[in-house]
């Protein structure tokens, strides 16, 4: 994978998901920030980046992630926010069965707890079991846990739509964690 673009991946993940305000940036409710905006704070970090290596990078660094979004001169991270101001998702209703890649030291206390955000704003989770442990593998052994996430949705556990490829939730209760 080009080290280039993944440089700018890395610097778009810190100014969109975790210290807008250090680069000058203003996310909207939604965590959108005009391009010309989140560009020139890229530059500062990855001089010469432009607009064509941030559409490769949504298009080409680990594409099946959909961490970004580029909409109408606006961009933003599409989950993965530990910023104090929680990005708005709209609710939707989510498929029978989620995934959560996880590390087998996790594995107790998210079966006595429930699955929580930890450092960012909302719990993540998949369809696709591939990416669950590819997102659990960071951090050790990988353990892909299922979350019966239409009876915790009926349950009243809220669920929103990140992207094509991600699900978050505030929080999944033990109950719901296989």
């Known amino acids: 994978m080009d080290r280039y673009l ?3 991946s890395k610097a778009l993940s810190l100014i969109l998901r975790h210290e807008p305000h250090r680069s000058g940036i203003v996310l909207d409710p939604e ?3 005009p391009l010309e905006e989140v560009l020139n ?3 500062r970090r990855v001089p010469g980046a432009t607009e064509q290596d941030i559409e490769a990078v949504i ?3 680990e594409p099946d992630k959909c961490r970004f979004t580029l909409d109408d001169g606006e961009i933003r991270a599409n989950y993965g926010h530990s910023t104090a101001d929680k990005i708005f998702h709209e609710p939707a209703l989510p498929p029978a069965l989620l995934l959560h890649g996880t590390s087998e030291k996790s594995v107790d206390v998210i079966l006595e707890q429930g699955i929580r955000p930890m450092r960012r704003q909302y719990v993540h ?3 696709n079991a591939e990416l669950a442990a590819r997102v659990g593998s960071r951090h050790g052994k990988v353990r892909v846990l299922n979350v019966e ?3 915790a949705h009926a349950a009243g556990v809220v669920f929103y739509r ?3 490829s991600f699900w978050l939730a505030n929080w999944i ?3 719901f964690i296989r």
């Open 6 to 8: 993944i440089g700018i």
């Open 31 to 33: 965590g959108y920030a």
């Open 41 to 43: 704070a890229v530059r």
């Open 59 to 61: 298009r080409e660094v």
């Open 125 to 127: 989770l998949t369809t």
């Open 149 to 151: 996430a239409a009876a």
């Open 162 to 164: 990140a992207n094509e």
């Open 173 to 175: 209760p033990p109950q």
